[in-house]
């Protein structure tokens, strides 16, 4: 089974700032790993997601996350923040079963981003 | 194009009624997906259908809970017996083939038991 730790319920941030939401995941096998974010009163969407190659991936809207294996972490970053961004983001994973995983996906609680002008 | 809808956004019952939530997924896509989200959560997966069939239907929480797809297209997740614990929002996701398919999410079907 797959678990994903999200550190930090709750990031608040001036504009123009940079910023680091963390995720940790657990699996016994290899995984995808997933950012959504949930802007307010709308549905999950696609951020980025890592399948395999390079370990730093772009996102939308400026965002990008890096895969580091040894610390089983999926950490996503953007170095400018707006007034915009301000949503609640959700790390998740699936597993990787050699191109049979059926997507399911395991969710972290969500960190909710808010930022300040 | 159009993304995937949730009929209805709101719903309101009474413990013990039973209920029908609805999904049309994105025109084409094989893959469809059910998950739970509690207040304060993230989403719980709860079924996936390819096609017709369920593929994976581990995340139903008990035999209250059942999804069909009859077409290959839309789908409802019924719950029967109604429990307060059950109230939160219900996300329906599709994608075009599964496995690691981008997952496109509607809005919700946002289900209070009183």
């Known amino acids: 089974a797959q678990s994903v730790t999200q550190l930090d319920s709750q990031v608040p941030v001036f504009e123009e700032a940079p910023v680091e939401l963390r995720c940790n995941y657990s699996?016994?096998?290899?995984?995808?790993l997933f950012w959504y974010v949930q802007y307010p009163n709308q549905g999950l969407q696609l951020l980025l997601k890592y399948l395999s190659g390079s370990t730093l991936v772009k996102g939308i809207n400026g965002f990008e996350a890096e895969f580091n294996k040894s610390q089983t972490s999926f950490h996503l970053r953007k170095p400018s923040v707006h007034i915009s961004d301000t949503a609640e983001y959700f790390c998740?994973?699936?597993?990787?079963?050699?191109?049979?995983?059926?997507?399911?996906?395991?969710f972290g609680q969500g960190t909710i981003l808010t930022v300040h002008p | 194009g159009a993304g995937v809808s949730q009929t209805p956004s709101n719903k309101v019952t009474e413990k013990g009624k039973y209920v029908e939530l609805r999904c049309d997924p994105i025109s084409g896509h094989t893959a469809l997906y059910w998950y739970r989200q509690s207040l304060g959560q993230g989403p719980e997966f709860l079924i996936y259908f390819q096609g017709t069939g369920a593929a994976d239907d581990s995340g139903l929480p008990n035999d209250r809970f059942f999804a069909v797809r009859p077409e290959g297209s839309v789908s409802t997740l019924k719950i029967q017996r109604t429990e307060r614990g059950d109230s939160a929002v219900y996300l329906c996701?599709?994608?075009?083939?599964?496995?690691?398919?981008?997952?496109?999410f509607g809005p919700g079907t946002r289900l209070t038991v009183l």
């Open positions: 699996s016994s096998v290899s995984v995808y």
């Open positions: 996701a599709s994608s075009s083939y599964g496995g690691d398919d981008t997952q496109y």
């Open positions: 998740a994973v699936s597993k990787n079963a050699g191109g049979t995983s059926y997507g399911k996906l395991t």
